[in-house]
């Protein structure tokens, strides 16, 4: 491996040898946390159904669509600085589902309701915080 990045290349060639360049450990650090995710949520998708069809897909489908999610989200929290927050309201929703589901099943209505709630509160908050800051800027 070499010490420096050059321009955009995996692999360098330097005295007839091939060697990865620092840009290709980062690209299997990344695809490496792409697969751990997949596998990680593999248990929560058999809380919802035992086929195993649907549970290879919906793993392909969730590491195809993370990559892109991901620029999305990017892109999108510089403008809605309240997003992080709505979303760890979900995650903390989530969480306490997943611990009272022995004592307690919230229908999925409910739980997809809750988080369509959450989102839309989120950001009618961002709206009113840009409104504000806008507004005492003179804007």
């Not at 309201?89 to 988080?115: N, Q, R, W």
Request: no cysteine; charged share 15%; net charge negative.
């Amino acid at each position: 491996m070499t010490d420096t990045i050059d321009n955009e290349h995996f692999f360098v060639r330097k005295n007839g040898l091939l060697y990865a360049t620092p840009l290709m450990l980062v690209l299997i650090l990344v695809e490496l946390s792409d697969v751990i995710f997949a596998v990680d949520s593999i248990p929560a998708i058999f809380a919802v159904t035992t086929d195993p069809f649907i549970v290879l897909t919906s793993n392909l489908f969730a590491i195809l669509g993370l990559r892109a999610m991901y620029f999305l989200l990017a892109g999108v929290a510089e403008r809605f600085s309240m997003l992080k927050y709505g979303l760890a309201v979900i995650l903390v929703f989530i969480g306490i589902k997943m611990l009272i589901v022995d004592f307690y099943h919230i229908p999925i209505a409910v739980s997809l309701g809750v988080v369509f709630g959450i989102l839309v509160m989120t950001f009618i908050i961002n709206a009113w915080v840009n409104y504000r800051h806008d507004k005492q800027r003179g804007e």
